[in-house]
């Protein structure tokens, strides 16, 4: 099995040969470039843990939803103080899990 790049829009099909067309934007199989055997193995050995930087954003969305019932509740001060600092680290993790995907992207562990 081989990695093929489409050019246009970046999705990533693995097979013997490149598809027809895109599966994503219908680029004709002309546009696939086949991945060198370095950045095939960039992509194979980031899967895991790209999907381990998904699920934490899905965590971090969960505090946040957590946090924010928690502070409408408002029970009393340290209460409110513990989901307010835990709204602000839930959004602060995101962001850098967004960053860190982003990253990968550009270095082509993706796919």
């Known amino acids: 099995m081989k990695l093929w790049k489409c050019g246009?829009?970046?999705?990533?099909?693995?097979g013997d040969e490149p598809p027809?067309?895109?599966?994503?934007?219908?680029?004709?199989?002309?546009?696939?470039?086949?991945?060198?055997?370095?950045?095939?193995?960039?992509?194979?050995n980031s899967r895991r843990t790209n999907q381990l930087h998904m699920q934490l954003a899905t965590i971090m969305?969960?505090?946040e939803s957590i946090s924010l019932e928690g502070i409408d509740l408002n029970l009393d001060p340290p209460c409110v103080a513990l989901f307010?600092?835990?709204?602000?680290?839930a959004r602060l993790i995101r962001q850098m899990v967004k960053a860190e995907l982003e990253g990968h992207m550009k270095k082509g562990k993706w796919g």
């Open 8 to 14: 246009v829009c970046g999705f990533v099909y693995e």
């Open 20 to 44: 027809e067309k895109c599966p994503k934007c219908g680029a004709p199989r002309e546009k696939f470039e086949g991945l060198s055997d370095e950045k095939a193995a960039l992509v194979i």
């Open 61 to 63: 969305d969960s505090i």
């Open 84 to 89: 307010n600092k835990a709204l602000e680290n």
